[in-house]
């Protein structure tokens, strides 16, 4: 079974609840948006998850982050991927995100590598756009944080 572990940033801006979400780069999600964006996660196995995701953060993103974190209850998306997630209060200029690289075959059968970003871009986006953008197996993640956001169980 495969794991990921990711951060589900939040911030207050114009007294709207937005969270932050990174477009997957690379050829396949090249022309797809609806469904297609993420929080900043990735897989792991013998790591901590929360350390995992810190990592993977600063990986996807090149910013580092503290915490607080409030864990989330996993989610299973499509793939059978299990995704564990901690929302944190945070905020960071999506124009600046810097993502690591990636190698694989492209065009696929070609022999050839290509190299391409983790994530190509990035976004604040109010919780209703945010359940058009990312991807549908995460969605729950949004439900929580809502949850979490209402009964004033957030920092």
Known sequence: MKTSAGLL??????NEMQVFLVHPGGPFWKNKDLGAWSIP?????DEDPLKAACRE??????FSIAGPFVALVPVKQSDKKTVYAWAVPADCNPSSVRS???Q???PTGSGKLGSFPEVDRAGWFSIPMARIKILKGQDPL???LEELYKSDQLP
């Open 41 to 45: 996660k990735g897989e792991f196995t």
């Open 142 to 144: 949004l439900d929580q």
């Open 57 to 62: 953060y600063e990986e996807e993103t090149s």
């Open 100 to 102: 690591n690289n990636y």
């Open 9 to 14: 940033l939040y911030r207050i801006h114009q």
């Open 104 to 106: 694989m075959e492209w």
